[in-house]
């Protein structure tokens, strides 16, 4: 291949490497608003239920070997990149070591192809398991099958030459014995990475979750829901307060997880707190969050008024309702008295009732969801199944 199509194949690949760093740089920051900001705004690319960068980035699926998917996508690109000047950077002393790489178009056919194959997989997984799209994925998807094609020499035996120069290369730097030790340092290194961040789960704290709470975040619905206004013993020896958020994710699989408390444990009773992250009625809040989820709050309240507080409860969570029209459908099927239930949801008596809760939760340094009280221990976020069981029986719960 002469120096001018060579020198054109680096130029195009250097643009749509730049542009998949930029994007994989924009997944990375989505990933961790989604997994370690519980009060990050939704994402640009989360549209609707199907187009959801957010709900993507939330799965166990986004990451392998505990490290985020797009971290890998930042460190291909920038590997692509070091292979672009490699001719220019293995002059430095320092980074003599680069000679290995003989033949940088190559190796960039070559990952492009793997990361094309592998981004079909994920595409597979996306479409069909976890049935929500991340668009900047599928932006990276295009992008690698356009690097590969770009960086191929199709003259010259296309992808298999490619494939077949790079493990060539990758054995004749390893027969250098100090490129051997590099190597295998390099790999041992890696390994231990791999095994921390598997174990550690430090990068993914929705695979941690995944494992502790799996019963509770895969169910479907809350096989464990009562009906009525009361869950659990009447006349309990301990009661639990949870302050929750009808539109908070991790609140959903909390709330069956409560449900199973009930089922199974004498003397308890649990008492359910509004404390809704939505501006319109949350005054402690300095920026829109949970849109809407007031609304729900006022409906769940007004239900409790007719008798099915934890029938609404359940349903909300369960059909995550976005409307005022959505919530009045699940209360048609909940043979609720619509016009009564639109008249106490709208009513002075139950917008100071939903006030006093965010109120009461705040005095008590509740700022997140969900949030537990029980006999005066505090609590913010989720904790294991066995851990409310254990202080529950601590206080004087026993097995059902």
Known sequence: MDKSNIFKKKVAVAVLALIGLITTIKLGIIYYQANFNPYALPSFCSINEFIDCDGVAKTTESQFFGIPLALWGIFLYSFIFLMLFVDKLKKFRLLKFLEVFKNPLDYIASLGLIAFTISMILLCISLFEIKKLCVLCAVTYVLDLCIGLVATDFKNGAFIHSVKQSFVDFFDAIKVRKYLIAFSVVMLAAIAGFVYTNTSYILAPQ??????????IKAKHNKYKVSGNILGDENPKVVMYVYSDYQCPICRPHNIMIHKLAKELKGVQIVHKNLPLDM???????????????????YALAAEKQGKF?????????????????????????????????????????S???????????????????????????????????????????????ER
């Open 207 to 216: 695979v941690k979750n995944s494992l502790e709470f799996g019963e509770f």
């Open 280 to 298: 319109e009625c949350n005054v402690y809040l300095t920026q829109p969050f949970h849109v809407g989820s007031c609304m729900e709050a006022r």
């Open 310 to 350: 934890w029938d609404m409860n359940t349903a909300l969570f369960d059909k995550q309702p976005r409307t005022e029209e959505e919530v009045l459908k699940i209360a048609e099927k909940l043979d609720l008295d619509i016009d009564k239930l639109q008249e106490d949801a709208n009513s002075i008596e139950i």
């Open 352 to 398: 100071k009732k939903l006030n006093a809760e965010i109120k009461e939760a705040n005095a008590k340094g509740f700022n997140g969801t969900p949030a537990v009280e029980i006999a005066g221990k505090k609590q913010i976020g989720i904790s294991k199944y066995s851990e409310y069981k254990k202080w529950l029986i601590e206080k004087g719960a026993t």
